[in-house]
């Protein structure tokens, strides 16, 4: 980041700070307004349930579930229109407003779109994550060339359905459900058997158009290393690239037959090492078929803001770029 762009960012990210604390102390007015409705609510719905259950008790308690519904309509109108949804006007105005200013500053070349993420097909395509993902998240994706080479990346989430033993009896009990009582099959959530395999930034690059065949190198201390593992063995073989400071770091799957040397030119390996040291211990790379896939596991939202907690300070828009800024560099060196 040049000193231009710091002091840009620094002034446009102290600007907004300003604006979320203005939300932020709206927000608490309204939640110290309507906190007591609460009460209101349960008690609503109690009487409600017993009414229902005892028709006899509705015109006695008619008048409060008519109260606990007027306040809940009255609830809607302050936060809609007197206080003007602040959460949701603070997080459109981040994503729409100021990530694409500050994305234009720091990218000019390339485009920024905030809702947007790496297409399905590159993800599954790479072999990193296997043959099936259950469900893939993204946002802040970016799109542009490095000297003339394709590069897309974004951050996703992506996760698998977990399905040990506690699952499969769960599954049991919901068909002995299903078939004692009939109905619907949706007892359970599977959006609560959904975990976690890869959260960080996902990048797809244009690679050596002639090149045929698959290589992943995953690092080998890597807490994703499991992960990985299953999808590197599919259809490949376990390699070394001969240098031996690189593979005491990486483990290399390649297709069999494949000149490796040919794909894992020194500079690209000095490069993939010092990418390692400094920013992403758990790197992962795939080549396939004339494209290039990096996986860089992140454990938190890189571009997210808060309205209660903050927005990403320099420092975290700092790590961002250096962590671009690296494989552009991967970029540079096979070009």
Not at 31 to 51: E, M, S
Not at 124 to 130: A, D, E, Q, T
Not at 194 to 205: A, D, E, K, T
């Amino acid at each position: 980041m040049t000193e231009t762009q710091s002091q840009f960012l620094s002034q446009k990210l102290a600007e907004f700070e300003k604006y979320r604390k203005t939300q932020y102390r709206k927000f608490k007015v309204f939640k110290g307004i309507t906190k007591p409705f609460r009460i209101a609510y349960i008690a609503g719905t109690i009487l409600l349930v017993i009414a229902s259950l005892l028709p006899f008790l509705m015109p006695v308690f008619l008048p409060f579930i008519i109260v606990a519904g007027a306040l809940f309509v009255l609830e809607i109108i302050l936060h809609n229109w007197v206080f003007r949804n602040p959460e949701g006007r603070f997080t459109e105005r981040f994503k729409e407003g100021l990530l694409p200013e500050l994305m234009k500053e720091l990218y000019p070349a390339f485009t920024y779109k905030p809702n947007a993420k790496v297409k399905d097909e590159a993800i599954i395509f790479s072999g990193l994550f296997g043959r099936k993902l259950d469900a893939i998240y993204g946002e802040d994706y970016f799109e542009g060339k490095v000297n003339g080479i394709g590069m897309r990346f974004s951050e996703l989430n992506l996760k698998k359905k977990k399905y040990g033993l506690k699952e499969f009896m769960g599954d049991v009990a919901e068909e002995a459900l299903y078939a004692i009582f009939g109905g619907g099959d949706d007892f359970g959530d599977d959006a609560d058997k959904l975990v976690s395999v890869f959260r960080g930034l996902y990048f797809h690059l244009g690679f050596h158009v002639d090149f045929k065949g698959s290589v992943i190198i995953h690092a080998r201390q890597s807490k994703w290393r499991k992960v990985f593992k299953k999808a590197m063995k599919l259809g490949r073989e376990i390699r070394t690239s001969g240098d031996t400071a690189f593979d005491q770091i990486f483990e290399i799957y390649a297709s069999p037959g494949l000149e490796l040397d040919r794909v894992l030119i020194p500079a690209m390996r000095t490069h993939l090492l010092r990418l390692q040291a400094s920013e992403a211990p758990d790197l992962a790379v795939a080549m396939r078929d004339g494209q290039m896939f990096v996986a860089m596991p992140w454990q938190k939202d890189l571009l997210e803001a808060d309205l209660a907690k903050g927005i990403p300070s320099l420092e975290d828009f700092s790590e961002y770029i250096e962590e671009v800024e690296l494989i552009k560099g991967v970029v540079k060196e096979m070009y």
